[in-house]
């Protein structure tokens, strides 16, 4: 099992930052990809961000490209989410998510965090 906290999340004006922070515990040494995942309201869950943990391989969106960030810190066992110029678009509820060495699919999620963007 790996258990996710996130923290960081709020409420920015249109054109502000955020960073956005994920915890991992647990077996921590199964995980392969963690990644960022958002739900706004109405809309389905999407792809936000994602990085290898030990390669720090990154892949993201095309909606956030050169406005998202991601980093790991590896001794803490967490990733962030470095968010640049945020739209309005961007409001949502942001998850991580873990993949485990072997698996296919994101196999642990955190509880969230909701990020306003003000227009």
């Known amino acids: 099992q790996v258990q996710l906290v996130e923290s960081g999340g709020g409420l920015v004006q249109a054109g502000g930052s955020l960073r956005l922070s994920c915890a991992a515990s647990?077996?921590?040494?199964?995980?392969?990809?963690m990644g960022w995942f958002r739900q706004a309201p109405g809309k389905e869950r999407e792809f936000v961000a994602a990085?290898?943990?030990?390669?720090?391989?990154?892949t993201f969106a095309d909606s956030v490209k050169g406005r998202f960030t991601i980093s790991r810190d590896n001794a803490k066992n967490t990733v962030y989410l470095q968010m640049n110029s945020l739209k309005p678009e961007d409001t949502a509820v942001y998850y991580c998510?873990?993949?485990?060495?072997?698996?296919?699919?994101?196999?642990?999620w955190g509880q969230g965090t909701q990020v306003t963007v003000s227009s």
């Open positions: 998510a873990v993949q485990v060495a072997g698996s296919t699919r994101y196999d642990y």
């Open positions: 647990g077996r921590t040494f199964s995980i392969y990809t």
């Open positions: 990085l290898t943990w030990r390669g720090a391989s990154t």
